[in-house]
Protein backbone atom coordinates (compact mmCIF):
# COMPACT_ATOMS: atom_id res chain seq x y z
CA UNK A 1 0.00 0.00 0.00
CA UNK A 2 1.29 3.17 -1.16
CA UNK A 3 1.58 5.57 1.50
CA UNK A 4 1.04 9.20 0.17
CA UNK A 5 2.64 12.26 2.14
CA UNK A 6 -0.15 15.14 2.12
CA UNK A 7 2.28 17.92 1.01
CA UNK A 8 1.43 21.85 1.97
CA UNK A 9 1.92 23.82 -0.94
CA UNK A 10 4.11 27.02 0.48
CA UNK A 11 3.60 30.80 -0.94
CA UNK A 12 6.64 32.22 -2.02
CA UNK A 13 5.74 35.40 -0.22
CA UNK A 14 5.06 33.86 3.30
CA UNK A 15 8.36 32.05 2.62
CA UNK A 16 10.37 35.55 2.97
CA UNK A 17 8.07 37.06 5.33
CA UNK A 18 8.86 33.63 7.49
CA UNK A 19 12.62 34.20 7.00
CA UNK A 20 12.93 37.66 7.58
CA UNK A 21 10.98 37.45 10.66
CA UNK A 22 13.41 34.71 11.64
CA UNK A 23 16.17 37.35 11.09
CA UNK A 24 18.07 38.67 14.05
CA UNK A 25 16.34 41.84 16.03
CA UNK A 26 18.78 44.06 14.21
CA UNK A 27 18.46 43.19 11.02
CA UNK A 28 14.86 43.26 11.29
CA UNK A 29 14.21 46.97 12.62
CA UNK A 30 17.01 48.25 9.64
CA UNK A 31 14.66 46.62 7.60
CA UNK A 32 12.04 48.25 8.66
CA UNK A 33 13.62 51.33 8.98
CA UNK A 34 14.14 50.97 5.05
CA UNK A 35 11.03 50.22 4.66
CA UNK A 36 9.54 53.20 6.11
CA UNK A 37 12.20 55.70 4.43
CA UNK A 38 11.11 54.06 1.40
CA UNK A 39 7.43 54.31 1.67
CA UNK A 40 8.28 58.27 3.37
CA UNK A 41 10.45 58.97 -0.18
CA UNK A 42 7.69 57.73 -2.13
CA UNK A 43 4.83 60.24 -0.62
CA UNK A 44 7.15 63.11 -0.30
CA UNK A 45 7.54 62.73 -4.37
CA UNK A 46 4.47 62.18 -5.29
CA UNK A 47 3.83 65.32 -3.01
CA UNK A 48 5.91 66.86 -5.20
CA UNK A 49 5.04 66.25 -8.31
CA UNK A 50 1.52 66.97 -7.18
CA UNK A 51 2.05 70.64 -5.47
CA UNK A 52 5.66 71.37 -5.72
CA UNK A 53 5.93 73.39 -8.85
CA UNK A 54 3.24 75.97 -7.45
CA UNK A 55 4.71 76.08 -4.30
CA UNK A 56 7.84 76.99 -5.96
CA UNK A 57 6.26 79.24 -8.25
CA UNK A 58 4.50 81.18 -4.99
CA UNK A 59 7.82 81.40 -3.25
CA UNK A 60 9.41 82.76 -6.01
CA UNK A 61 6.86 85.29 -6.81
CA UNK A 62 6.85 86.54 -3.00
CA UNK A 63 11.12 87.16 -2.98
CA UNK A 64 10.49 90.83 -3.92
CA UNK A 65 7.93 91.55 -0.82
CA UNK A 66 9.89 89.19 1.06
CA UNK A 67 13.02 91.52 0.29
CA UNK A 68 11.56 95.07 0.79
CA UNK A 69 10.04 94.16 4.62
CA UNK A 70 13.46 93.21 4.86
CA UNK A 71 14.64 96.56 4.08
CA UNK A 72 11.55 98.64 5.60
CA UNK A 73 12.52 96.68 8.93
CA UNK A 74 16.57 97.86 8.40
CA UNK A 75 15.04 101.76 7.32
CA UNK A 76 13.11 101.80 10.21
CA UNK A 77 16.29 101.25 12.74
CA UNK A 78 18.21 103.91 10.55
CA UNK A 79 20.68 101.37 9.03
CA UNK A 80 19.78 102.70 5.70
CA UNK A 81 22.80 101.45 3.45
CA UNK A 82 21.83 98.00 4.25
CA UNK A 83 18.95 98.81 3.49
CA UNK A 84 19.27 100.57 0.10
CA UNK A 85 21.25 96.97 -0.63
CA UNK A 86 18.61 95.01 -0.25
CA UNK A 87 16.32 97.38 -1.79
CA UNK A 88 18.45 97.16 -5.21
CA UNK A 89 18.36 93.26 -4.70
CA UNK A 90 14.51 93.49 -4.57
CA UNK A 91 14.65 95.62 -7.68
CA UNK A 92 15.95 92.66 -10.01
CA UNK A 93 13.16 90.08 -8.10
CA UNK A 94 9.67 88.80 -8.66
CA UNK A 95 6.88 90.62 -7.01
CA UNK A 96 3.28 89.15 -6.74
CA UNK A 97 1.67 92.58 -6.57
CA UNK A 98 2.83 95.57 -9.23
CA UNK A 99 2.38 98.03 -6.21
CA UNK A 100 5.06 96.71 -4.01
CA UNK A 101 7.33 96.82 -6.77
CA UNK A 102 7.11 100.23 -7.47
CA UNK A 103 7.13 100.99 -4.08
CA UNK A 104 10.57 99.03 -3.80
CA UNK A 105 11.76 102.02 -6.66
CA UNK A 106 9.90 104.55 -4.36
CA UNK A 107 11.86 103.83 -1.38
CA UNK A 108 15.30 103.16 -3.00
CA UNK A 109 15.05 106.65 -4.81
CA UNK A 110 13.89 108.57 -1.77
CA UNK A 111 16.63 107.35 0.48
CA UNK A 112 19.21 108.49 -2.44
CA UNK A 113 17.54 111.38 -2.18
CA UNK A 114 18.13 112.09 1.30
CA UNK A 115 21.87 111.62 0.17
CA UNK A 116 21.48 114.42 -1.96
CA UNK A 117 22.44 111.39 -4.83
CA UNK A 118 20.34 113.21 -7.52
CA UNK A 119 20.99 111.21 -10.28
CA UNK A 120 20.63 107.68 -8.71
CA UNK A 121 17.46 109.32 -6.92
CA UNK A 122 15.83 110.18 -10.42
CA UNK A 123 16.84 107.37 -11.75
CA UNK A 124 14.82 104.83 -9.06
CA UNK A 125 12.12 107.31 -8.65
CA UNK A 126 11.06 106.81 -12.62
CA UNK A 127 10.78 103.46 -12.02
CA UNK A 128 8.09 104.30 -9.13
CA UNK A 129 5.95 106.61 -11.28
CA UNK A 130 5.72 104.98 -14.76
CA UNK A 131 3.65 101.68 -13.88
CA UNK A 132 -0.11 102.37 -15.23
CA UNK A 133 -1.89 100.61 -12.70
CA UNK A 134 0.20 101.88 -10.02
CA UNK A 135 2.25 104.88 -10.08
CA UNK A 136 3.70 105.91 -6.23
CA UNK A 137 2.08 109.73 -6.10
CA UNK A 138 4.48 110.53 -3.37
CA UNK A 139 7.33 109.67 -5.34
CA UNK A 140 7.00 112.50 -8.09
CA UNK A 141 7.62 115.11 -5.53
CA UNK A 142 11.29 113.89 -5.11
CA UNK A 143 11.87 112.79 -8.64
CA UNK A 144 11.26 116.32 -9.88
CA UNK A 145 12.82 117.73 -7.06
CA UNK A 146 15.85 115.68 -8.50
CA UNK A 147 15.74 116.10 -11.53
CA UNK A 148 15.75 119.90 -11.06
CA UNK A 149 18.75 119.62 -8.79
CA UNK A 150 21.09 118.19 -11.98
CA UNK A 151 19.53 120.91 -14.47
CA UNK A 152 17.43 118.72 -16.42
CA UNK A 153 14.52 120.65 -16.46
CA UNK A 154 12.62 120.12 -19.58
CA UNK A 155 13.14 115.99 -18.27
CA UNK A 156 10.70 117.38 -15.13
CA UNK A 157 7.71 119.28 -17.01
CA UNK A 158 6.31 115.92 -18.57
CA UNK A 159 6.54 114.35 -15.14
CA UNK A 160 5.20 117.50 -13.32
CA UNK A 161 2.14 117.58 -15.77
CA UNK A 162 1.54 113.93 -15.13
CA UNK A 163 1.46 114.41 -12.12
CA UNK A 164 -1.11 116.76 -11.91
CA UNK A 165 -2.80 114.20 -13.91
CA UNK A 166 -2.38 111.46 -11.32
CA UNK A 167 -3.30 113.66 -8.43
CA UNK A 168 -6.54 112.59 -6.10
CA UNK A 169 -6.61 114.30 -2.69
CA UNK A 170 -6.38 118.30 -2.47
CA UNK A 171 -3.38 118.65 -0.86
CA UNK A 172 -1.35 116.68 -3.74
CA UNK A 173 -2.82 118.41 -6.44
CA UNK A 174 -1.36 122.26 -4.83
CA UNK A 175 2.07 120.85 -4.43
CA UNK A 176 1.77 119.52 -7.93
CA UNK A 177 1.03 122.71 -9.34
CA UNK A 178 3.61 124.55 -7.12
CA UNK A 179 6.26 122.02 -8.73
CA UNK A 180 4.69 122.78 -11.98
CA UNK A 181 5.27 126.81 -11.05
CA UNK A 182 8.26 125.66 -10.08
CA UNK A 183 9.79 123.48 -13.58
CA UNK A 184 8.25 126.69 -15.50
CA UNK A 185 10.43 129.03 -13.74
CA UNK A 186 13.40 127.42 -14.22
CA UNK A 187 12.77 127.42 -17.64
CA UNK A 188 12.41 131.23 -17.25
CA UNK A 189 8.63 130.34 -18.83
CA UNK A 190 7.28 132.93 -16.18
CA UNK A 191 3.84 133.70 -17.34
CA UNK A 192 3.37 129.49 -17.05
CA UNK A 193 4.90 129.74 -13.84
CA UNK A 194 2.44 132.47 -12.46
CA UNK A 195 -1.03 130.38 -13.99
CA UNK A 196 0.44 127.21 -12.45
CA UNK A 197 0.24 128.82 -8.72
CA UNK A 198 -2.45 130.68 -9.36
CA UNK A 199 -4.13 127.66 -9.85
CA UNK A 200 -2.15 126.24 -6.35
CA UNK A 201 -3.37 128.94 -4.66
CA UNK A 202 -7.17 128.07 -5.58
CA UNK A 203 -6.84 124.86 -4.68
CA UNK A 204 -5.12 125.41 -1.34
CA UNK A 205 -4.84 128.89 -0.12
CA UNK A 206 -1.81 130.00 1.91
CA UNK A 207 -0.13 127.30 0.24
CA UNK A 208 3.34 127.13 -1.56
CA UNK A 209 2.08 128.31 -4.34
CA UNK A 210 0.45 131.53 -2.78
CA UNK A 211 4.49 131.83 -1.10
CA UNK A 212 5.82 131.79 -4.38
CA UNK A 213 2.95 134.35 -6.06
CA UNK A 214 4.06 136.75 -2.78
CA UNK A 215 7.40 136.68 -3.88
CA UNK A 216 6.62 137.10 -7.71
CA UNK A 217 4.12 140.41 -7.38
CA UNK A 218 7.13 141.65 -4.74
CA UNK A 219 9.71 141.53 -7.47
CA UNK A 220 7.84 142.61 -10.19
CA UNK A 221 6.65 145.50 -8.30
CA UNK A 222 2.71 144.97 -7.30
CA UNK A 223 2.47 145.19 -4.00
CA UNK A 224 -1.12 144.78 -3.76
CA UNK A 225 -1.20 141.58 -4.85
CA UNK A 226 2.19 140.81 -3.08
CA UNK A 227 0.15 141.65 0.18
CA UNK A 228 -2.66 139.96 -0.68
CA UNK A 229 -0.96 136.44 -1.26
CA UNK A 230 1.48 136.68 1.50
CA UNK A 231 -1.27 137.47 4.19
CA UNK A 232 -3.05 134.13 2.76
CA UNK A 233 0.15 132.43 3.84
CA UNK A 234 0.27 133.64 7.08
CA UNK A 235 -3.84 133.44 7.78
CA UNK A 236 -3.67 129.41 6.47
CA UNK A 237 -0.21 128.71 8.82
CA UNK A 238 0.70 125.66 7.01
CA UNK A 239 4.33 127.51 5.66
CA UNK A 240 5.85 128.36 9.41
CA UNK A 241 9.49 127.94 7.89
CA UNK A 242 8.61 130.83 5.60
CA UNK A 243 6.30 133.20 7.97
CA UNK A 244 9.61 135.45 8.82
CA UNK A 245 10.04 135.77 4.84
CA UNK A 246 6.42 136.45 4.05
CA UNK A 247 6.01 139.23 7.51
CA UNK A 248 9.21 140.99 5.66
CA UNK A 249 7.59 141.22 2.18
CA UNK A 250 4.37 143.04 3.93
CA UNK A 251 6.48 145.21 5.80
CA UNK A 252 8.61 146.34 2.80
CA UNK A 253 5.26 146.92 0.61
CA UNK A 254 3.69 149.15 3.90
CA UNK A 255 7.29 151.04 3.60
CA UNK A 256 7.04 151.17 -0.16
CA UNK A 257 2.75 152.16 0.18
CA UNK A 258 3.71 154.99 3.34
CA UNK A 259 6.49 156.55 1.32
CA UNK A 260 4.23 157.10 -1.67
CA UNK A 261 1.50 158.72 0.49
CA UNK A 262 4.15 160.77 2.12
Known amino acids: MDIKQNAKTINPNEYRLTNILQLPPLFKQTFLMALVILVAVLIVSGFYLRFGPNIVKRLDNNVGENLMKFAQALEQNKNTEDAKRIYEIATRSRFAGEFNRTHVFYRLGYLYWEDRDY ?55 ANAQYYLGKVYGTMNRMAEAEEAWLKGHKVLPGSKSSSELAFLYKKQGDCKKAVYYAEAVLKAGLLSSRESAIKKII ?7 ESKTN
Not at 251 to 257: H, S
Open 251 to 257: EQCKKTQ
Open 119 to 173: VKAAEYLKEAVQSKEFPQISAFEFLIDSLLQIQKSDEALPFAQKWIEKARKREEL
